[in-house]
Every structure is written in structure tokens, then in C-alpha cells.
């Protein structure tokens, strides 16, 4: 059995220790909010926080998350009052939404190494793919959430 | 007695000298063919695409630029926010194909050898400044144990490992370092 923090509970599954996390997340725990888009870590749909650190979910061994925080969009807030959850509704970001946690996931974690990041650090940081093309209000809900934000 | 051992060193001293010579030149040979069976691996696309000489990691063994920008970062593993380990983890993730292992990111810049001959990279090896800091007895060490350079070897399905064998490739490091690592002309 491996034992798993996700968004602060600890749960005990029993998977292969080399099973994506993003199965666990989803099929394991239920949080279905962490997308499977690519499966080769490219697109950034699965991406979710392993002690702060953004990560893509489809290419992390279970086992390695063994001991580690992992937070999953589901957990970015109880109440949807994350800074980037609420610039992203501020700014109606997402358009089919599909990629849109992954998104959240991966700019809150740059915000919160880079709490008024530049536009070179969003484009080196977000390399998440959206087939909508929201990139544009992904950006301007960045630059929202910086303004607004626990770094502000 | 004495002129007759000077007559004796006489006549045997160029031989012996040249005997030397000769053994010289042929341990310097051996040290720098064992090079050239180094610099096969160390200018492999494989080696190259991490010890790049830029803000860029490339992929692939056409070299192409890594995808979605992905940049060196101040640390050389990846940018804020997107970390070379965002995707890589410490092992090959055979459910994704990433490749992976411990460390993974780039060489430093001053550590970079894209468009080296051999012998440029030979003397950038020997040279503290751009191997890492490292003597000869630790860079041997550094080809011997470091997990990104033994990944080489187990890159992971869909890749074919460099081509030399690993036990071939270190005991030419071995063998150049015992020659007291001569470069190629």
C-alpha cells in the first residue's frame, strides 16, 4: 500500500508503484478535476503541485509522490478564492475548459516562486497547451492575479 | 674502470633513449585513439543535447530545439515555474516515454561542447574552467557514476543507446587518463 497526502488527507492505495499519479487522482481518489490530455507530459492538462512544484501528473510515478504534498486543483482552494481561480473568472479565461485546471495549477505555482512575474517568465512557465487558444486571457489573468494576489 | 663504463653508457644511451622515446610516443598513440573512442560518445547527439552552448536544451538525434521553449533557467534545470523536473522525474517513465534520471537538466554553460572538434573538446575537458571544476581523476569519476551520463545507455524505449558500449566507453577513460590524456592533433 502507498500512502498519499493530497490536498491534506491522507489516503492508502494499492496501485503499481510506476502507475501515473494522474490514474490514482482520477480513478483511484476520484479528483477528476486533473485532466488527461496528451498522456506524454506535453500538454499540461494533468499538471498538479508535488510540494509546491508544478508537475505533470501522466509522467510521475505514484511511488515518488509517496511522503510528498501533492495538491490538486481541487485543493488549490476550498472555495474557489485562489487568486488565479478567481482572475480566471475575472478574465473568463477558459472557453471549452478542458486544459483550464492544468493551466490554474501550473500559474500558481510560478506566482508563487514569482509572485509579479514578467512577461519572459510567463511564456518560460506556461507551456501548458490549449486547442481554444486562450492563451491571451491566460496571460492578462496572470498578470490579474499578480496584481491581486498573497504576493501583492 | 671507469672509462670503459663511460664507453659502456655511451653506446648504449642513445638506444636506451630512443627506446623511451618510442615508448613515449606510443603511449601517447594509445591515449589518444583511446580520445577518439570517447569523443564518439561525448559528441553524440545524446551528450550534446543536455551540454548544449546556449539558454536551450535540444531533443532527439536530430538535435531539434526542445519542445514548447523550453529554457535553461539561472540554475540550468528549467525555468520558474517550469521545471525540467515539471516533466522529467529520477528514472525513464515507461507510462509517458519522458526520460529521466537523478539531476536531470542541463550542464552548465561553461560545460557546453556543441560544434567541438575532438581535439577542442579534449582540451576543454582537461581544463578545470570547463569541466566542471573537476581534476582528471574526478572527471573519470563523473563519466563512471553520474546518472545523466549512465542514462546514455538506458535512454528508454524508442531510443537506441550511444553506440559504443558503456564498459568500452569508460575503459577508453580509463586508458587516456592512465596515458596522461593527450588530445588529438
Redesign the interface.
Known amino acids: 500500500m502507498l500512502e498519499l497526502n493530497v490536498n491534506g488527507t491522507i489516503h492508502q492505495v494499492d496501485v503499481e508503484d510506476d502507475t501515473p499519479l494522474l490514474w490514482v487522482l482520477r480513478e483511484q481518489l476520484g479528483l477528476s478535476g486533473t485532466k488527461f490530455g496528451c498522456g506524454i507530459a506535453a500538454c499540461g492538462a494533468c499538471t498538479v503541485h508535488v510540494d509546491g512544484q508544478a508537475v505533470r501528473s501522466c509522467s510521475f510515478p505514484a511511488a515518488a509522490a509517496g511522503g510528498r504534498s501533492i495538491t490538486t486543483i481541487e485543493g488549490l482552494s476550498p472555495d474557489r478564492s485562489h487568486p488565479v481561480q478567481q482572475a480566471w473568472i475575472q478574465e473568463q479565461v477558459p472557453q471549452c475548459g478542458y486544459c483550464q485546471s492544468g493551466m490554474i495549477m501550473a500559474a500558481a505555482a510560478l506566482l508563487k516562486e514569482r509572485p509579479a512575474p514578467s512577461e519572459a517568465e510567463i511564456d518560460a512557465a506556461m507551456t501548458n497547451l490549449c486547442r481554444c487558444g486562450t492563451y491571451a486571457r491566460v496571460r492578462r489573468a496572470i498578470h490579474r492575479a499578480a496584481a491581486t494576489g498573497p504576493g501583492r | 674502470m671507469r672509462p670503459l663504463v663511460v664507453a659502456a653508457f655511451m653506446a648504449w644511451g642513445p638506444a636506451l633513449a630512443g627506446q623511451t622515446t618510442d615508448s613515449a610516443a606510443a603511449r601517447r598513440q594509445e591515449g589518444v585513439q583511446a580520445f577518439g573512442r570517447m569523443s564518439a560518445v561525448l559528441l553524440h547527439p545524446r551528450c550534446l543535447n543536455c551540454h548544449t552552448n546556449g539558454d536551450h536544451p535540444t531533443q532527439g538525434d536530430d538535435r531539434h530545439p526542445h ?5 535553461r ?1 539561472g540554475d540550468n534545470l528549467g ?5 525540467c ?3 522529467h ?3 525513464n ?6 526520460p529521466g534520471a537523478s539531476g536531470w537538466g542541463l550542464a552548465p554553460l561553461s560545460m557546453g561542447w556543441e560544434g567541438r572538434t575532438p581535439r577542442a573538446l579534449c582540451e576543454q575537458l582537461k581544463n578545470p574552467q570547463g569541466n566542471g571544476g573537476r581534476d582528471l581523476v574526478a572527471l573519470a569519476q563523473h563519466l563512471a557514476t553520474d546518472a545523466r551520463v549512465a542514462w546514455s545507455w538506458s535512454p528508454g524505449a524508442g531510443r537506441a543507446p550511444v553506440n559504443t558500449p558503456k564498459d568500452a566507453f569508460l575503459a577508453a577513460v580509463r586508458l587516456w587518463v592512465e596515458r596522461g590524456a593527450p588530445c588529438p592533433e
Open positions: 519542445l514548447f521553449r523550453v529554457v533557467g525555468a520558474v515555474g517550469m521545471r523536473s515539471t516533466c522525474q529520477t528514472a517513465t515507461p507510462a509517458s516515454g519522458v
